[in-house]
């Protein structure tokens, strides 16, 4: 017995079917966006270490930093950069001797901070003080996704020494993603000032 043609109806239905349990099985084009997140980022374990150096300047440094020298910069001898190389950061410092010329170095440092105002959303000033270190200056933080510099300062003891430092990173600034890391070197940098004495040219 010859089984009858199915009719286009049924041929369509079961088309139909067939495209539904495809799709069905496909498991959909269901999407969710996550949560922004970052990678983790692994921090040392704070050590430091006294730079000993004839520099007319010492305190105590991260030991899993490295000191170098900004060839560039000719003529000042105790320039140095202290570089975190896991994190493409670096604390540039810069020392001037002062010659009655202290305001000037101040104010320097202050427009330096404030150049960052147009991508900053808070800048937060803190005053250094230490009469027995004979040690005087202000931080500055600076807050902002895509700030250049995320913390700066300046040190002197208002007659013979003045120290300038500024915390930079050699990637595209996204200070969200970096700050575990640019809390953990504020740490390490006001360490430092706190551990900072003056010593005479030799």
Request: with cysteine.
């Amino acid at each position: 017995m010859k089984k009858k043609p199915r009719n286009k109806n049924q041929i369509a239905f079961f088309a139909f079917l067939w495209l539904i349990l495809l799709i069905s099985s496909c498991g959909g084009n269901d999407y969710s966006p996550k949560p922004r997140g970052y990678i983790r980022i692994d921090l040392p374990e704070k050590n430091y270490v006294k730079l000993d150096t004839n520099f007319p300047y010492t305190f105590e440094y991260p030991a899993y930093t490295k000191i170098t020298r900004n060839p560039s910069v000719s003529g000042h001898p105790y320039w140095i950069n202290i570089v975190y190389p896991g994190y493409k950061g670096k604390v540039h410092l810069s020392y001037k001797q002062v010659n009655g010329n202290l305001g000037k170095y101040i104010e320097d440092s202050y427009k330096m901070a404030m150049q960052h105002i147009p991508k900053a959303n808070a800048i937060k000033e803190t005053v250094i003080r230490s009469s027995e270190r004979h040690v005087y200056g202000t931080t500055y933080r600076i807050g902002g996704t895509e700030a250049a510099s995320p913390y700066q300062f300046y040190v002197t003891d208002s007659t013979d020494h003045f120290l300038r430092g500024a915390l930079y990173f050699n990637v595209v600034p996204n200070n969200d993603s970096l700050r575990p890391v640019i809390d953990f070197i504020i740490e390490d940098i006001n360490h430092m000032l706190s551990t900072l004495h003056w010593k005479n040219y030799k």
